[in-house]
Protein backbone atom coordinates (compact mmCIF):
# COMPACT_ATOMS: atom_id res chain seq x y z
CA UNK A 1 0.00 0.00 0.00
CA UNK A 2 3.04 2.17 1.22
CA UNK A 3 4.63 1.55 -2.02
CA UNK A 4 1.53 2.37 -4.45
CA UNK A 5 1.31 5.95 -2.14
CA UNK A 6 5.13 6.62 -3.07
CA UNK A 7 4.84 5.88 -6.67
CA UNK A 8 1.58 7.87 -7.31
CA UNK A 9 3.16 10.82 -5.51
CA UNK A 10 6.42 10.31 -7.77
CA UNK A 11 4.39 10.29 -10.68
CA UNK A 12 2.56 13.71 -9.81
CA UNK A 13 5.61 14.84 -9.22
CA UNK A 14 7.30 14.08 -11.95
CA UNK A 15 3.56 15.51 -14.31
CA UNK A 16 4.02 18.48 -12.66
CA UNK A 17 7.73 19.15 -13.20
CA UNK A 18 7.07 18.17 -17.28
CA UNK A 19 4.42 20.40 -17.00
CA UNK A 20 5.71 23.18 -15.44
CA UNK A 21 9.13 22.91 -18.01
CA UNK A 22 6.75 22.76 -21.06
CA UNK A 23 5.16 25.65 -20.00
CA UNK A 24 8.38 27.53 -19.87
CA UNK A 25 9.66 26.29 -23.37
CA UNK A 26 9.51 29.15 -25.76
CA UNK A 27 8.75 28.17 -29.73
CA UNK A 28 12.01 28.71 -31.51
CA UNK A 29 11.72 31.13 -34.60
CA UNK A 30 14.25 31.00 -37.25
CA UNK A 31 15.01 34.16 -39.87
CA UNK A 32 16.47 33.20 -43.52
CA UNK A 33 17.40 37.13 -44.90
CA UNK A 34 19.20 37.43 -48.23
CA UNK A 35 20.04 41.05 -47.43
CA UNK A 36 19.21 43.31 -44.20
CA UNK A 37 18.40 46.39 -46.45
CA UNK A 38 16.49 46.93 -49.30
CA UNK A 39 18.26 48.79 -52.49
CA UNK A 40 18.64 52.51 -52.18
CA UNK A 41 17.84 52.58 -48.43
CA UNK A 42 19.44 52.23 -45.16
CA UNK A 43 16.26 50.66 -43.08
CA UNK A 44 17.78 47.40 -41.68
CA UNK A 45 14.08 45.26 -42.15
CA UNK A 46 15.63 42.15 -40.69
CA UNK A 47 16.07 44.08 -37.44
CA UNK A 48 12.56 45.91 -38.05
CA UNK A 49 10.71 42.50 -38.68
CA UNK A 50 12.89 41.00 -35.58
CA UNK A 51 11.85 43.32 -33.13
CA UNK A 52 8.43 42.66 -34.14
CA UNK A 53 8.42 39.07 -33.32
CA UNK A 54 9.01 40.60 -29.77
CA UNK A 55 5.24 40.94 -29.19
CA UNK A 56 4.89 36.63 -29.22
CA UNK A 57 7.25 35.36 -26.69
CA UNK A 58 9.44 33.17 -28.51
CA UNK A 59 13.47 32.76 -29.17
CA UNK A 60 14.16 34.18 -32.36
CA UNK A 61 17.71 33.75 -34.46
CA UNK A 62 18.56 34.99 -37.78
CA UNK A 63 20.90 33.71 -40.32
CA UNK A 64 21.93 35.41 -44.07
CA UNK A 65 20.77 32.66 -47.04
CA UNK A 66 24.80 33.27 -47.60
CA UNK A 67 26.02 31.73 -44.76
CA UNK A 68 23.48 29.17 -43.93
CA UNK A 69 24.07 25.58 -43.21
CA UNK A 70 22.41 22.38 -44.91
CA UNK A 71 19.76 21.18 -42.14
CA UNK A 72 19.79 24.39 -39.64
CA UNK A 73 16.41 24.92 -40.41
CA UNK A 74 14.92 21.71 -38.60
CA UNK A 75 15.84 23.10 -35.42
CA UNK A 76 13.00 25.62 -34.82
CA UNK A 77 9.26 25.78 -35.05
CA UNK A 78 8.84 28.29 -37.14
CA UNK A 79 11.15 29.69 -40.51
CA UNK A 80 10.62 32.89 -41.73
CA UNK A 81 11.90 33.72 -44.68
CA UNK A 82 12.59 37.32 -46.26
CA UNK A 83 13.81 37.99 -49.53
CA UNK A 84 14.62 41.57 -50.38
CA UNK A 85 17.01 41.24 -53.59
CA UNK A 86 14.46 39.46 -55.99
CA UNK A 87 17.22 37.10 -55.84
CA UNK A 88 15.49 33.41 -55.92
CA UNK A 89 16.34 31.17 -53.08
CA UNK A 90 19.86 28.76 -53.14
CA UNK A 91 19.40 25.79 -53.76
CA UNK A 92 20.20 24.57 -50.21
CA UNK A 93 17.95 26.82 -48.73
CA UNK A 94 15.25 25.67 -51.27
CA UNK A 95 15.45 21.36 -50.35
CA UNK A 96 15.35 22.60 -46.29
CA UNK A 97 11.87 24.21 -47.21
CA UNK A 98 10.55 21.17 -49.11
CA UNK A 99 11.92 18.71 -46.30
CA UNK A 100 10.49 21.15 -43.43
CA UNK A 101 7.36 20.10 -41.42
CA UNK A 102 7.18 23.08 -39.45
CA UNK A 103 5.58 26.35 -40.46
CA UNK A 104 6.66 28.09 -43.32
CA UNK A 105 6.60 32.04 -44.13
CA UNK A 106 8.04 33.09 -46.78
CA UNK A 107 7.77 37.46 -46.73
CA UNK A 108 8.63 39.17 -50.16
CA UNK A 109 10.11 38.24 -53.10
CA UNK A 110 12.20 35.71 -55.12
CA UNK A 111 10.09 33.01 -54.16
CA UNK A 112 8.91 31.87 -58.04
CA UNK A 113 10.61 28.38 -57.69
CA UNK A 114 9.49 27.64 -54.17
CA UNK A 115 5.54 28.63 -55.00
CA UNK A 116 5.72 26.28 -57.98
CA UNK A 117 6.39 23.19 -55.74
CA UNK A 118 3.65 21.08 -54.91
CA UNK A 119 4.41 21.45 -50.88
CA UNK A 120 3.87 25.13 -51.73
CA UNK A 121 0.21 24.79 -53.70
CA UNK A 122 1.63 25.16 -57.03
CA UNK A 123 1.00 29.15 -57.75
CA UNK A 124 2.13 30.22 -61.07
CA UNK A 125 4.04 33.71 -61.24
CA UNK A 126 2.01 36.02 -63.15
CA UNK A 127 4.29 39.22 -62.75
CA UNK A 128 5.15 42.15 -61.04
CA UNK A 129 2.16 44.32 -60.29
CA UNK A 130 2.97 48.04 -60.19
CA UNK A 131 -0.33 49.48 -60.21
CA UNK A 132 -2.22 48.22 -56.60
CA UNK A 133 -3.99 51.49 -55.11
CA UNK A 134 -5.92 49.51 -52.28
CA UNK A 135 -5.28 46.62 -50.06
CA UNK A 136 -8.39 44.89 -48.37
CA UNK A 137 -7.67 42.40 -44.96
CA UNK A 138 -11.36 41.19 -42.89
CA UNK A 139 -13.52 43.13 -44.74
CA UNK A 140 -11.83 46.65 -44.50
CA UNK A 141 -10.37 48.82 -47.33
CA UNK A 142 -7.00 50.84 -46.91
CA UNK A 143 -5.71 52.49 -49.10
CA UNK A 144 -1.73 51.79 -50.05
CA UNK A 145 0.49 54.49 -49.87
CA UNK A 146 3.65 53.56 -52.03
CA UNK A 147 6.71 55.59 -51.51
CA UNK A 148 8.90 56.22 -53.94
CA UNK A 149 12.63 56.88 -53.55
CA UNK A 150 15.71 55.94 -55.73
CA UNK A 151 14.39 53.02 -56.91
CA UNK A 152 10.86 51.78 -57.75
CA UNK A 153 10.60 48.35 -55.40
CA UNK A 154 6.49 49.94 -55.35
CA UNK A 155 5.46 46.16 -57.01
CA UNK A 156 3.46 43.74 -55.87
CA UNK A 157 5.05 39.76 -56.71
CA UNK A 158 1.13 39.00 -58.43
CA UNK A 159 0.44 35.10 -57.86
CA UNK A 160 -2.61 33.00 -59.29
CA UNK A 161 -3.34 30.87 -56.13
CA UNK A 162 -5.53 28.45 -57.09
CA UNK A 163 -4.99 25.86 -53.80
CA UNK A 164 -4.59 28.38 -51.30
CA UNK A 165 -6.13 30.65 -48.56
CA UNK A 166 -6.00 34.34 -49.54
CA UNK A 167 -6.40 36.09 -46.31
CA UNK A 168 -5.12 39.81 -47.35
CA UNK A 169 -5.35 41.28 -51.42
CA UNK A 170 -4.66 44.57 -53.31
CA UNK A 171 -6.54 45.69 -56.07
CA UNK A 172 -5.50 48.12 -58.96
CA UNK A 173 -8.62 49.13 -59.75
CA UNK A 174 -9.69 45.98 -61.69
CA UNK A 175 -8.30 42.78 -60.06
CA UNK A 176 -7.45 41.39 -56.83
CA UNK A 177 -3.86 40.61 -56.33
CA UNK A 178 -2.98 38.22 -53.24
CA UNK A 179 -0.71 40.00 -50.50
CA UNK A 180 -1.09 37.35 -48.03
CA UNK A 181 -2.27 33.80 -48.22
CA UNK A 182 -1.52 30.37 -47.21
CA UNK A 183 -1.83 26.73 -47.77
CA UNK A 184 -1.76 24.44 -45.23
CA UNK A 185 1.32 25.18 -42.79
CA UNK A 186 2.88 27.30 -45.46
CA UNK A 187 1.91 31.40 -45.88
CA UNK A 188 3.17 33.87 -48.10
CA UNK A 189 3.43 37.89 -48.20
CA UNK A 190 3.89 39.26 -51.48
CA UNK A 191 6.16 41.83 -50.39
CA UNK A 192 7.70 43.10 -47.29
CA UNK A 193 6.87 46.84 -45.74
CA UNK A 194 8.04 47.45 -42.59
CA UNK A 195 5.92 50.51 -42.32
CA UNK A 196 2.18 51.54 -43.19
CA UNK A 197 -0.83 49.74 -43.35
CA UNK A 198 0.43 46.29 -44.99
CA UNK A 199 3.18 46.18 -42.29
CA UNK A 200 0.03 46.22 -39.47
CA UNK A 201 -1.71 43.67 -41.07
CA UNK A 202 1.22 41.47 -41.33
CA UNK A 203 1.57 42.00 -37.89
CA UNK A 204 -1.98 40.38 -36.99
CA UNK A 205 -1.62 37.60 -39.21
CA UNK A 206 1.68 36.51 -37.17
CA UNK A 207 -1.07 36.43 -34.45
CA UNK A 208 -2.36 32.86 -36.72
CA UNK A 209 0.84 32.16 -37.63
CA UNK A 210 2.52 31.53 -34.58
CA UNK A 211 -0.53 30.39 -33.11
CA UNK A 212 -0.22 33.67 -29.98
CA UNK A 213 -3.43 35.03 -28.93
CA UNK A 214 -3.48 38.16 -26.71
CA UNK A 215 -6.23 40.11 -24.81
CA UNK A 216 -7.79 42.53 -27.27
CA UNK A 217 -7.75 45.73 -25.75
CA UNK A 218 -8.47 49.78 -26.60
CA UNK A 219 -6.19 51.41 -25.17
CA UNK A 220 -4.09 54.60 -25.75
CA UNK A 221 -1.83 56.79 -24.06
CA UNK A 222 -1.61 60.96 -23.98
CA UNK A 223 1.74 62.04 -23.63
CA UNK A 224 2.51 65.69 -23.11
CA UNK A 225 5.73 66.46 -25.15
CA UNK A 226 8.85 69.01 -24.76
CA UNK A 227 8.49 69.75 -21.55
CA UNK A 228 11.32 72.37 -20.17
CA UNK A 229 12.18 75.06 -18.17
CA UNK A 230 11.08 77.56 -20.64
CA UNK A 231 7.90 75.99 -21.02
CA UNK A 232 4.52 78.10 -20.34
CA UNK A 233 3.56 77.23 -17.25
CA UNK A 234 0.10 78.33 -17.34
CA UNK A 235 -0.22 76.63 -20.28
CA UNK A 236 0.91 73.22 -19.19
CA UNK A 237 -1.29 73.51 -15.96
CA UNK A 238 -4.21 73.94 -17.33
CA UNK A 239 -3.44 70.42 -19.67
CA UNK A 240 -3.18 69.10 -16.35
CA UNK A 241 -5.98 70.28 -14.69
CA UNK A 242 -8.20 69.18 -17.56
CA UNK A 243 -6.72 65.86 -18.01
CA UNK A 244 -7.41 65.47 -14.13
CA UNK A 245 -10.95 66.47 -13.91
CA UNK A 246 -11.41 63.69 -17.06
CA UNK A 247 -10.05 61.34 -14.64
CA UNK A 248 -6.93 60.92 -17.88
CA UNK A 249 -3.90 59.33 -17.31
CA UNK A 250 -1.06 60.20 -19.00
CA UNK A 251 2.66 60.98 -19.50
CA UNK A 252 4.88 64.22 -19.45
CA UNK A 253 8.19 63.88 -21.62
CA UNK A 254 10.40 65.84 -19.37
CA UNK A 255 13.31 67.92 -20.45
CA UNK A 256 15.35 68.40 -16.83
CA UNK A 257 18.05 71.18 -18.76
CA UNK A 258 16.77 73.88 -21.53
CA UNK A 259 20.22 75.22 -23.19
CA UNK A 260 20.07 78.12 -25.28
CA UNK A 261 22.99 80.48 -26.47
CA UNK A 262 25.56 78.82 -24.43
CA UNK A 263 22.91 78.68 -21.02
CA UNK A 264 21.09 76.32 -19.42
CA UNK A 265 18.34 76.59 -17.27
CA UNK A 266 17.29 73.81 -15.44
CA UNK A 267 13.83 73.06 -14.07
CA UNK A 268 14.85 73.38 -10.41
CA UNK A 269 15.16 77.02 -11.43
CA UNK A 270 11.78 77.78 -11.76
CA UNK A 271 9.44 76.98 -8.50
CA UNK A 272 6.71 77.29 -10.73
CA UNK A 273 7.04 74.88 -13.27
CA UNK A 274 8.39 72.18 -10.46
CA UNK A 275 5.45 73.33 -8.31
CA UNK A 276 2.84 72.22 -11.48
CA UNK A 277 5.10 69.26 -12.08
CA UNK A 278 4.46 67.82 -8.54
CA UNK A 279 0.79 68.92 -8.89
CA UNK A 280 0.63 66.65 -12.37
CA UNK A 281 2.53 63.97 -11.13
CA UNK A 282 -0.40 63.08 -8.02
CA UNK A 283 -2.87 63.52 -10.28
CA UNK A 284 -2.27 61.28 -13.40
CA UNK A 285 0.82 62.05 -14.78
CA UNK A 286 3.81 59.58 -15.50
CA UNK A 287 7.32 61.27 -15.54
CA UNK A 288 9.03 59.73 -19.30
CA UNK A 289 12.43 61.31 -19.05
CA UNK A 290 13.36 62.70 -22.52
CA UNK A 291 17.01 62.97 -22.39
CA UNK A 292 18.99 66.05 -20.52
CA UNK A 293 19.24 69.10 -22.90
CA UNK A 294 17.69 67.41 -25.95
CA UNK A 295 20.43 69.00 -28.05
CA UNK A 296 24.17 68.46 -28.81
CA UNK A 297 26.41 71.29 -29.37
CA UNK A 298 25.12 74.97 -30.43
CA UNK A 299 21.59 73.22 -30.99
CA UNK A 300 18.37 74.70 -29.34
CA UNK A 301 16.83 72.29 -26.45
CA UNK A 302 13.27 70.95 -28.41
CA UNK A 303 14.74 70.94 -31.62
CA UNK A 304 18.36 69.39 -31.50
CA UNK A 305 18.81 66.09 -30.84
CA UNK A 306 21.12 64.64 -28.23
CA UNK A 307 21.69 60.96 -28.98
CA UNK A 308 21.94 61.13 -32.44
CA UNK A 309 24.67 63.27 -34.95
CA UNK A 310 21.97 64.29 -37.60
CA UNK A 311 23.92 66.21 -39.40
CA UNK A 312 27.11 63.14 -39.94
CA UNK A 313 24.30 60.83 -39.85
CA UNK A 314 26.30 58.57 -36.31
CA UNK A 315 26.61 58.42 -32.78
CA UNK A 316 27.38 61.65 -31.10
CA UNK A 317 30.33 59.70 -29.27
CA UNK A 318 32.75 56.56 -29.43
CA UNK A 319 31.80 56.11 -26.62
CA UNK A 320 28.01 55.79 -26.02
CA UNK A 321 28.13 53.68 -22.95
CA UNK A 322 30.26 56.82 -20.92
CA UNK A 323 27.92 59.89 -22.73
CA UNK A 324 24.60 58.26 -22.09
CA UNK A 325 25.37 57.90 -18.37
CA UNK A 326 26.68 61.22 -18.14
CA UNK A 327 23.79 62.80 -19.32
CA UNK A 328 21.25 60.33 -17.66
CA UNK A 329 22.92 60.13 -14.65
CA UNK A 330 22.44 64.32 -14.53
CA UNK A 331 18.92 63.97 -15.75
CA UNK A 332 17.91 61.92 -12.77
CA UNK A 333 19.25 63.83 -10.38
CA UNK A 334 17.71 66.71 -11.57
CA UNK A 335 14.30 65.17 -11.47
CA UNK A 336 14.59 63.69 -7.89
CA UNK A 337 16.21 67.44 -6.96
CA UNK A 338 12.56 68.37 -7.40
CA UNK A 339 10.62 65.69 -6.24
CA UNK A 340 10.00 64.17 -10.14
CA UNK A 341 10.02 60.03 -10.48
CA UNK A 342 10.41 59.57 -13.96
CA UNK A 343 9.62 56.00 -14.83
CA UNK A 344 10.55 55.19 -18.52
CA UNK A 345 12.89 56.75 -21.26
CA UNK A 346 12.35 58.61 -24.59
CA UNK A 347 14.89 59.57 -26.63
CA UNK A 348 14.85 62.89 -28.30
CA UNK A 349 13.36 62.93 -32.07
CA UNK A 350 13.21 59.06 -30.98
CA UNK A 351 17.11 58.72 -32.62
CA UNK A 352 19.31 56.76 -30.83
CA UNK A 353 21.77 54.08 -32.14
CA UNK A 354 22.57 49.95 -30.78
CA UNK A 355 24.97 51.46 -28.39
CA UNK A 356 22.41 53.37 -26.50
CA UNK A 357 19.64 51.22 -27.08
CA UNK A 358 21.83 48.41 -24.92
CA UNK A 359 22.68 50.99 -22.23
CA UNK A 360 19.49 51.68 -21.80
CA UNK A 361 18.13 48.11 -21.52
CA UNK A 362 20.57 47.34 -19.09
CA UNK A 363 19.38 50.45 -16.80
CA UNK A 364 15.47 50.92 -17.72
CA UNK A 365 12.42 48.73 -18.13
CA UNK A 366 10.59 50.84 -20.10
CA UNK A 367 11.23 52.41 -23.50
CA UNK A 368 8.57 54.94 -25.33
CA UNK A 369 8.15 55.80 -28.92
CA UNK A 370 9.39 54.47 -32.21
CA UNK A 371 12.68 52.49 -32.79
CA UNK A 372 15.70 53.57 -34.62
CA UNK A 373 16.28 50.95 -37.33
CA UNK A 374 19.64 52.08 -38.37
CA UNK A 375 23.70 52.05 -37.57
CA UNK A 376 23.60 54.45 -41.08
CA UNK A 377 21.03 57.18 -40.87
CA UNK A 378 18.10 58.23 -39.02
CA UNK A 379 15.31 55.64 -39.96
CA UNK A 380 12.77 54.25 -37.47
CA UNK A 381 10.04 52.05 -37.09
CA UNK A 382 6.73 52.40 -35.66
CA UNK A 383 5.06 49.66 -34.16
CA UNK A 384 1.47 48.51 -33.43
CA UNK A 385 1.77 46.69 -30.21
CA UNK A 386 3.93 46.46 -26.93
CA UNK A 387 7.09 44.52 -27.14
CA UNK A 388 9.03 43.04 -24.37
CA UNK A 389 12.41 41.61 -24.05
CA UNK A 390 14.14 41.34 -27.62
CA UNK A 391 17.27 42.29 -28.72
CA UNK A 392 17.95 45.81 -26.98
CA UNK A 393 14.44 46.07 -25.77
CA UNK A 394 13.24 45.21 -22.27
CA UNK A 395 9.58 46.69 -22.68
CA UNK A 396 8.29 49.27 -25.53
CA UNK A 397 5.34 51.42 -25.39
CA UNK A 398 5.05 52.25 -29.13
CA UNK A 399 3.91 55.65 -30.38
CA UNK A 400 1.93 55.28 -33.75
CA UNK A 401 -0.68 57.68 -33.87
CA UNK A 402 1.70 61.15 -34.15
CA UNK A 403 1.35 64.32 -32.63
CA UNK A 404 -1.38 67.12 -32.55
CA UNK A 405 0.28 70.04 -34.54
CA UNK A 406 -3.70 71.73 -35.22
CA UNK A 407 -6.99 70.81 -35.89
CA UNK A 408 -5.79 67.26 -37.56
CA UNK A 409 -8.27 64.97 -35.79
CA UNK A 410 -8.72 63.48 -38.67
CA UNK A 411 -5.34 62.19 -39.09
CA UNK A 412 -4.79 60.71 -35.79
CA UNK A 413 -8.18 58.88 -36.46
CA UNK A 414 -7.13 57.68 -39.61
CA UNK A 415 -3.84 56.15 -37.84
CA UNK A 416 -5.86 54.30 -35.10
CA UNK A 417 -8.23 53.04 -38.25
CA UNK A 418 -5.01 51.76 -39.56
CA UNK A 419 -3.20 50.12 -36.81
CA UNK A 420 -6.14 49.06 -35.23
CA UNK A 421 -6.32 45.86 -37.96
CA UNK A 422 -4.44 44.51 -35.08
CA UNK A 423 -6.04 42.47 -32.86
CA UNK A 424 -4.32 43.99 -29.43
CA UNK A 425 -3.47 46.95 -30.68
CA UNK A 426 -1.55 49.33 -28.59
CA UNK A 427 -0.81 53.06 -29.58
CA UNK A 428 -0.77 56.55 -28.30
CA UNK A 429 -0.01 60.18 -29.42
CA UNK A 430 1.43 63.27 -28.15
CA UNK A 431 0.87 66.96 -27.61
CA UNK A 432 2.99 70.10 -27.42
CA UNK A 433 1.82 72.95 -24.37
CA UNK A 434 2.22 75.61 -27.40
CA UNK A 435 -0.63 73.54 -29.34
CA UNK A 436 -4.33 74.91 -28.46
CA UNK A 437 -6.13 72.76 -25.68
CA UNK A 438 -9.10 72.68 -27.47
CA UNK A 439 -7.42 70.13 -29.98
CA UNK A 440 -6.70 68.25 -27.19
CA UNK A 441 -10.24 68.05 -25.80
CA UNK A 442 -11.58 67.17 -29.69
CA UNK A 443 -9.17 64.14 -29.81
CA UNK A 444 -10.10 62.69 -26.18
CA UNK A 445 -13.75 62.89 -26.95
CA UNK A 446 -13.45 61.18 -30.33
CA UNK A 447 -11.53 58.33 -28.89
CA UNK A 448 -13.88 57.78 -25.51
CA UNK A 449 -17.19 58.11 -28.25
CA UNK A 450 -14.81 55.05 -29.88
CA UNK A 451 -14.52 53.07 -26.81
CA UNK A 452 -10.77 54.00 -26.32
CA UNK A 453 -9.43 53.62 -22.86
CA UNK A 454 -6.41 55.55 -21.35
CA UNK A 455 -2.74 53.89 -20.39
CA UNK A 456 -1.11 54.56 -17.07
CA UNK A 457 2.11 53.84 -16.92
CA UNK A 458 2.60 54.10 -13.30
CA UNK A 459 0.28 51.39 -12.70
CA UNK A 460 2.35 48.76 -14.14
CA UNK A 461 6.03 47.47 -12.85
CA UNK A 462 8.80 50.01 -14.60
CA UNK A 463 12.29 50.40 -13.24
CA UNK A 464 15.49 52.88 -13.24
CA UNK A 465 18.51 51.66 -12.03
CA UNK A 466 21.74 53.74 -12.33
CA UNK A 467 24.80 53.55 -10.33
CA UNK A 468 23.03 55.28 -6.90
CA UNK A 469 19.62 55.86 -8.14
CA UNK A 470 16.76 53.46 -8.36
CA UNK A 471 12.95 54.07 -8.76
CA UNK A 472 10.38 51.76 -9.12
CA UNK A 473 6.35 51.45 -9.93
CA UNK A 474 3.70 49.12 -9.14
CA UNK A 475 -0.40 49.56 -9.01
CA UNK A 476 0.58 53.16 -9.24
CA UNK A 477 2.93 53.38 -6.29
CA UNK A 478 6.38 55.04 -6.94
CA UNK A 479 9.40 53.98 -4.37
CA UNK A 480 12.79 55.18 -4.90
CA UNK A 481 16.36 55.62 -3.21
CA UNK A 482 19.17 57.56 -3.51
CA UNK A 483 21.78 57.28 -0.93
CA UNK A 484 22.16 60.70 -0.99
CA UNK A 485 18.90 61.34 -0.25
CA UNK A 486 19.42 64.46 2.46
CA UNK A 487 21.25 66.32 -0.75
CA UNK A 488 18.43 65.59 -2.62
CA UNK A 489 15.79 66.94 -0.50
CA UNK A 490 17.62 70.22 -0.30
CA UNK A 491 16.49 71.48 -3.03
CA UNK A 492 15.75 75.17 -3.94
CA UNK A 493 12.34 75.62 -2.45
CA UNK A 494 13.06 73.75 0.50
CA UNK A 495 16.11 75.77 1.26
CA UNK A 496 14.26 78.19 0.90
CA UNK A 497 11.47 77.33 3.65
CA UNK A 498 14.28 75.96 6.25
CA UNK A 499 15.92 79.45 5.82
CA UNK A 500 12.63 81.15 6.44
CA UNK A 501 12.27 78.74 9.17
CA UNK A 502 15.37 79.86 10.53
CA UNK A 503 14.51 83.78 10.39
CA UNK A 504 11.56 83.28 11.85
CA UNK A 505 13.14 81.62 15.05
CA UNK A 506 15.97 84.01 14.73
CA UNK A 507 13.23 87.48 15.03
CA UNK A 508 11.06 85.69 17.34
CA UNK A 509 13.96 85.47 19.43
CA UNK A 510 15.03 89.00 18.92
CA UNK A 511 11.72 90.40 20.21
CA UNK A 512 11.80 87.96 23.01
CA UNK A 513 14.88 89.35 24.44
CA UNK A 514 13.90 92.83 23.16
CA UNK A 515 10.76 92.45 25.59
CA UNK A 516 12.31 91.15 28.06
CA UNK A 517 15.09 93.77 28.19
CA UNK A 518 12.06 96.42 28.17
CA UNK A 519 10.92 94.37 31.09
CA UNK A 520 13.51 94.37 33.23
CA UNK A 521 14.37 98.14 32.42
CA UNK A 522 11.25 98.88 33.71
CA UNK A 523 11.87 96.80 36.77
CA UNK A 524 15.02 97.97 37.87
CA UNK A 525 13.69 101.84 36.87
CA UNK A 526 16.17 102.35 34.22
Known amino acids: MLKKIIISLLAIICFMIGRACAEDKRDRVLIIYDTRYKFGYDNDEVLAFKLALGH ?5 FEVSEKYYQEGYLEHFDCVFVLGLDEEELS ?37 KNYNAVDVYYRDLGFSFNRKFGVSDNNFVDFYDVKNGQVISYFTDGKKQIPYIFKYNNRWIVTRYDSEGTTFYILCDVLHDVLKKEHRQEKRVFVRIEDVH ?3 DVKKLRSIGDYLKAEGIPYMIALIPAYKENGRIYRISDNRELVETLRYMQQNG ?24 DIKNNRAPSDDMDKYMEDRVYKALLECL ?20 YEFLKRHFSTYVGHIQTSEHSFCTTSYPFR ?30 DRTSVVRDYFGGFYFHTFVDIDYLKKIICELRDRGYTFYDLKQEENYIKLKDVCIKSRDGKIDWDYHKRIDIKLNFYDIQRSLLSVFILLLTGMVVILIHSIYLRRERGW
Not at 56 to 60: G, H, L, R, T
Not at 105 to 124: A, D
Not at 287 to 301: A, F, N, W
Not at 392 to 415: A, H, Q, T, W
Open 285 to 308: ASIVLHGYTHQIRDEKTGEGYEFW
Open 387 to 416: INDIEFINRLIPENLGYVYSDNINEILKNI
Open 56 to 60: FDVDV
Open 91 to 127: SRVLEDLMRYKGTTVLIGTGFKEVLLREQFGKNIFLG
Open 337 to 356: KCGLYPLAFEAPHYAINRDG
Open 229 to 231: AKV
